[in-house]
């Protein structure tokens, strides 16, 4: 029925179009609560978890939505009852701001990949936190995706990131500081040594005065590029741990084109979905590697085959794109398919959750009981052979 019929309708509108259309739907089924009880039945796993403890949180299963798809907290209610780990709104600035000029969003479905220059459309901070005040006794963890506005000069980042952490850390699980989108002019050289050290020390200060009204520092972590150098990124863990912070996301779009064939590579923007791919693993596990698994990653990559890699916590990452970087994934991180992924999130880009490439709800639950079961039958195997290895 999708494949033949949803689709088809979907992808007649164009991605925005589709992305607002899916977002007022599940926003809409938010308001029945016997809607919201059968989609959490038609939805619930066959297999609860594997759970993913990570920065002092215990994510109910590795799948979580990423930033980009529900900017305003409207579907937070619906998407919640799809079955995700998590959910991570946003990204939200201070002030409203309109984004970048239309058209910003282009499908290249042949490539498996979506262009997108949406430049953090929103509606400011206060209505977004209008929003997460109304979800009361939420049971799943929630997540806000932090970026400046478009109009703050780069030496003023951190006032807007200062103010939106003292906004938000009362209301969320964790929050992400976003310095890698390429759709805001200037926004990626945040993610220098001396720029980003500056900017998590001003955060980490904050965060700190918020502990006396929540009682706990909230966990917050740092969303990376994809098209930063090794010694690049070197230098912005440096800066992230130096200043406390609790983990790291890898990775954002990619401003790269090599490999694209479509003519829409032409278009600025960043590049999600397939070619994302192998750059976006690799990054994964060079911080695994350098951090020596001490620094949660969160992998950022839409997932395109839940039986494409094999997810699992003690995963080793595949199809490096360098192999002196192989190192196995960390326990705490389940590896990205592709684009926007604890430990993996899913991201829906704007064309839409069910108007894009990315598999659709009742096909993705079927895939995830698949994986979950071959990832028991594999972790048994594998204890077979080290019981043999241990008799040799």
């Known amino acids: 029925m999708y494949r033949s019929i949803a689709r088809p309708l979907f992808f007649k509108l164009n991605p925005e179009a589709a992305h607002h259309l899916t977002v007022n739907m599940l926003r809409l089924a938010g308001f029945f609560p016997p809607v919201i009880s059968l989609m ?26 990423a930033a980009g798809y529900d900017k305003e907290g409207l579907a937070a209610k619906g998407l919640a009852s799809l079955g995700f780990g998590h959910l991570e709104l946003g ?41 997460l005040a109304k979800l009361k006794n939420r049971r799943y963890i929630l997540g806000v995706n932090l970026g400046k506005n478009k109009t703050t000069p780069l030496e003023d980042a951190g006032q807007d990131y200062q103010s ?43 965060r700190q005065q ?6 706990h520092p909230v966990p917050i972590l740092v969303k990376l590029a994809p098209d930063l150098s090794w010694a690049e990124i070197d230098d912005a863990l440096a800066a992230i741990q130096s200043s406390g912070m609790d983990g790291v996301i890898a990775t954002n779009t990619t401003v790269e084109r090599t490999g694209l064939a479509s003519p829409l590579g032409a278009e600025a923007g960043g590049l999600s979905g397939l070619p994302l791919r192998q750059r976006s693993t690799a990054v994964v596990r060079y911080i695994y590697q350098h951090t020596q698994g001490k620094l949660p990653i969160v992998g950022v990559g839409g997932i395109m085959s839940a039986i494409t890699n094999r997810l699992h916590q003690r995963l080793k990452v595949e199809n490096p794109a360098d192999d002196s970087k192989n190192a196995p994934a960390p326990p705490n991180c389940v590896v990205p398919l592709a684009r926007h992924n604890v430990a993996a999130s899913i991201e829906m880009p704007a064309s839409g959750l069910f108007g894009d490439i990315h598999t659709p709800p009742a096909k993705f639950e079927q895939r995830r009981r698949i994986l979950f079961n071959r990832l028991h039958s594999d972790e048994a195997a594998d204890q077979h052979r080290h019981h043999d290895q241990q008799h040799n």
């Open 40 to 65: 959490r039945l038609f939805f619930a796993p066959a297999h609860p978890g594997p759970q993913v403890k990570a920065f002092g949180l215990t994510f109910p299963n590795p799948v979580g939505l």
């Open 210 to 215: 918020s502990v006396a009204a929540i009682g």
């Open 164 to 206: 939106l952490v003292q906004t938000f850390a009362p209301l969320a699980d964790y929050l992400a500081v976003n310095v890698s989108s390429p759709n805001t002019p200037g926004l990626r050289q945040l993610q220098s040594r001396q720029a980003l050290q500056s900017l998590l020390d001003g955060i980490a200060a904050q």
């Open 91 to 131: 990204t939200v600035t201070p002030r409203p701001q309109p984004g970048n000029p239309s058209p910003r969003v282009f499908r290249i479905p042949a490539e498996q990949a979506v262009i997108n220059r949406m430049g953090f459309p929103n509606r400011g901070a206060p209505a977004l936190a209008a929003s």
